[in-house]
């Protein structure tokens, strides 16, 4: 029969508030404050890999000595930090360099002048 543990999830409130309090802190960063864009940048990044470790180890139980008696899954940690660094990078380069919808717009409306003119001329 299971064990009813009715404790207070201390260790979970905590990581929880940490989160919040990390989540606001880089809202402020990129919304309110007048850093640049490189500190913006790098701020948010350093709150991300603090806010990631917290939540690695407050609610994903990696030290708990029920999950494969304390071992910490080092290769799925280095496979998750590859995956998520390929996903910010995509992320800030599609930020900086994507497509422009407005940089053809003025070779469209040339176009569709010159056949207005076309039209008319008929």
């Known amino acids: 029969m299971a064990e009813h543990n009715k404790r207070i999830p201390v ?6 508030v940490l989160s919040l309090v ?7 960063a990129a919304l309110r404050s007048d850093l640049s864009t490189f500190w913006i940048i790098t701020s948010i990044m350093i709150l ?6 917290i939540q690695l180890f407050m609610f994903m139980h990696m030290t708990e000595s029920e999950s494969h008696n304390g071992h910490v899954p080092w290769n799925m940690m280095f496979h998750g930090f590859v995956l998520a660094a390929i996903v910010v990078a995509g992320s800030l380069f599609t930020m900086s360099f994507g497509h422009d919808h407005n940089k053809h717009q003025p070779h ?3 176009q569709q002048q010159e056949q207005h003119q ?4 008929h």
Do not use: M, N, P, Y
């Open 118 to 121: 076309e039209h008319s001329s």
């Open 22 to 28: 990390l989540t606001l802190l880089a809202a402020w």
């Open 11 to 16: 260790q979970h409130i905590v990581g929880f």
């Open 48 to 53: 991300a890999v603090i806010q990631a470790g």
């Open 108 to 110: 469209e409306q040339h």
